[in-house]
């Protein structure tokens, strides 16, 4: 069976990962000890501190801000745009 090309490439789909292991550490850590707003307003603070473009991180943190959104949400969210920094698309 051949490999596609997309299954061979592992190249970051942000370009300048700034944020890394420690800050995906920090992330768990805050999110078992802060407090809702606390945490929302880490991980904000986290997505803007990362590489990619600004339109991509106005609307992971716009879905911070929803009624509907837990802090379970947050945390996945903001798991995500972090590894997808560090290559590893999810």
Not at 7 to 23: E, F, H, I, V
Not at 76 to 86: D, E, R, V
């Amino acid at each position: 069976m051949p490999v596609l090309h997309t299954q061979s490439s592992s190249s970051p789909r942000l370009k300048n990962d700034t944020l890394g292991n420690d800050t995906l550490k920090l992330l768990y850590s805050k999110f078992e000890t802060d407090d809702f707003s606390t945490f929302r307003t880490f991980a904000e603070h986290a997505v803007q501190s990362g590489g990619g473009k600004q339109p991509m991180k106005d609307k992971i943190i716009a879905e911070f801000y929803k009624s509907t959104t837990t802090k379970k949400d947050i945390l996945t969210k903001a798991q995500n745009f972090i590894l997808a920094g560090m290559g590893l698309g999810v």
